[in-house]
């Protein structure tokens, strides 16, 4: 699990700015909230709130780089790592972009720093902490040798006498991450293959509210039942969607010529996949039908017929399903996007009642839970506003003392009256010049 995640120099994140998955010590909702490993009490809900471009979304970006920059690495030296430094100050062009994460992995913390920039990485460093012991460990430092343009891996302890170690030194390339050179070298360490297997099982991918992916990512899924088909029409049924039950069908298309000819042609795909589009240019897709119930019975409706809040939802329990089965941490960009306000709620309370070990983080405009004792904890609420130099801030509720909040302070009340911060700063609503039609 996610105990903390340090961003800076990212989009409009200029400074570092933490979000944390450590709970206080308040017990409120404590059973439905907060996992115990080892001495470890982690929420499982972090819930960002502010106005409209104020950096909530970049947050959600940020954790899927961090993915990317592991298990995704640059297919070749020439290759950029794909991002935006903080743009409205010039110095920031010229720095380094820094993420920090403090993890649970197995039986022991991991924390990982890496730094870097569109062209290459600088700088890696990752320390173990076993649980019961009384310190941490190094594990190895990356650093980068400008006078001769080299990267170097320190390793500490009994790593550093391994060829398995020296063999990975030497296959690391700039704008590859240490665990992206190690998927890309014929080498074999335990502890490293057990972090970049938990890191893909682990964190899902981010889900955006105007992307298709997800519709295609949860509908694979359950054609491989991993995620239960019955339990999400019932979950569907429940929301009030009119939705009974669904179809999942399988169909077999053609590859368009084009895009067939692109990929034979291109150097760095693999000769495997070449391999099977020249014997078989055709593609599976996966469809989805859901049934409404009519006078007549069941009549199945195409996925895209459906209303956006309905297509939303069946995203979102896709999700929830998994969370629930497994182990998972997710991103989600506006959860409340195309949902009634009564069916956001009813999805964060079916998550926090079923789901053990998973985690998940989420944007969001909809401030009225704030009036809801009953569904949040202020540790587990992130705001996030611009200061005077148009870089995002991000803060919790819990930060604030008890002489702002108390434990019988209406937060919502507060939140509103932009005592809490994190809310527009509107002007007044004349328009001038403006012409009535005659």
């Known amino acids: 699990m996610i105990l903390d995640f340090t961003i800076s120099n990212f989009r409009s994140i200029k400074d570092a700015q933490t979000i944390s998955f450590e709970a206080t010590s308040d017990s409120h909702l404590e059973s439905y909230y907060v996992v115990q490993k080892d001495k470890y009490r982690i929420l499982k809900i972090a819930t960002i709130l502010g106005a409209n471009a104020s950096g909530k ?25 794909e991002y935006n430094k903080f743009a409205l100050d010039e110095k920031s ?15 022991q913390k991991y924390y990982y720093e890496v730094h870097f920039n569109n062209r290459e990485v600088t700088y890696e460093l990752l320390k173990r902490h076993p649980f019961g012991d009384l310190r941490s460990h190094s594990v ?11 990267s170097v891996i320190k390793w500490f302890g009994k ?10 030194s030497s296959n690391l390339i700039h704008n590859r991450t240490v665990f992206g050179a190690f998927q890309n070298t014929n080498v074999d360490i335990d502890w490293m293959k057990e972090i970049i297997d938990w890191i893909n099982s682990y964190m899902l991918p981010p889900v955006f509210p105007s992307e298709q992916g997800i519709y295609k990512y949860i509908t694979k899924k359950i054609s491989q039942e991993r995620i239960d088909k019955n339990l999400v029409a019932q979950q ?29 042609s291109d150097d760095d795909a693999p000769e495997e996949l070449k391999n099977k589009i020249k014997n078989d240019p055709t593609t599976e897709e996966t ?27 069946y995203e979102l329990i896709g999700i929830l399903m998994l969370l629930v089965k497994e182990s998972h941490f997710v991103a989600i960009d506006e959860l409340e996007c195309r949902l009634h306000p009564d069916l956001y709620e009813h999805f964060v309370t079916t998550y926090l009642n079923n789901a053990n070990d998973s985690q998940m983080i989420f944007t969001t405009h909809m401030r009225e839970f ?47 009256a932009g005592r809490l911060g994190a809310v527009p700063r509107l002007q007044d609503t004349y328009i001038e010049n403006a012409k009535k039609c005659e």
């Open 57 to 81: 979304t970049n947050i959600i970006r940020a954790f899927s780089l961090l993915h990317d920059l592991i298990l995704e690495p640059c297919k070749n030296k020439n290759s950029k790592i």
């Open 287 to 313: 469809k989805v039908r859901l049934i409404h119930n009519g006078l007549q019975g069941g009549v199945p409706f195409e996925f895209k017929e459906e209303s956006g809040g309905t297509q939303r939802y």
């Open 93 to 107: 062009a010229e720095e380094d972009s820094v993420m920090k994460v403090n993890f649970l992995c197995g039986n």
């Open 159 to 168: 790593y550093k006498s391994t060829s398995n170690a020296r063999d990975l």
């Open 140 to 150: 190895f430092e990356r650093t980068l040798d400008l006078s001769s343009d080299t």
């Open 370 to 416: 704030l009036d809801d004792k009953g569904l949040f904890r202020d540790d587990s609420v992130w705001l996030t506003e611009k200061n005077e130099n148009g870089s995002t801030e991000i803060f919790s509720l819990a930060d604030f003392g008890s002489d702002v909040l108390r434990d019988s302070t209406n937060r919502y009340n507060m939140y509103r």
């Open 236 to 264: 569907l049924t429940k929301a009030d969607v009119g939705v009974s039950d669904f179809l999942v069908e399988n169909e077999t298309k053609n590859i368009p010529q084009d895009i067939v000819d692109m990929i034979l």
